[in-house]
């Protein structure tokens, strides 16, 4: 059985480490003038179910999927349960990092 917990614990911190590499691939710095010109429309006021910037309990489960995921669903958009998010935010001039490290910003807000 302590092998097993040995194990889960490992495979957490290896997760851990990787959802932090995940995180310094953006510029959370660079991220916060897109999410002001861009972002900042829905995720200021939760309009279509967004998540509004610095609400820690709406932003934990979407933290808890990692960075990987997080910038997958919003360069390609994703339609939930509780609202939806056009591709790039309906802004199909922003670059893939632009939309990563608007994320970055977002995330770190909501931590």
Same mark, same amino acid.
């Not at 614990?9 to 002001?36: D, H, P």
């Not at 933290?63 to 339609?79: D, E, F, H």
């Given at each position: 059985?302590? %092998? ?57 489960? %979407? ?49």
């Amino acid at each position: 059985m302590s %092998r097993f917990v040995t194990g889960a614990i490992c495979a957490l911190f290896i997760c851990s480490m990787g959802s932090a590499n995940a995180m310094a691939a953006y510029n959370a710095a660079a991220g916060k003038a897109v999410y002001e010109s861009n972002c900042a429309a829905c995720h200021k006021t939760g309009m279509m179910g967004a998540p509004k910037l610095g609400d820690k309990a709406d932003w934990a489960p %979407r933290i808890a999927q990692g960075m990987p995921t997080l910038v997958s669903k919003s360069i390609k958009g994703y339609q939930g349960k509780k609202g939806m998010m056009a591709p790039k935010g309906g802004n199909p001039k922003l670059t893939d990092q632009q939309v990563g490290d608007a994320v970055a910003y977002m995330v770190g807000q909501g931590k």
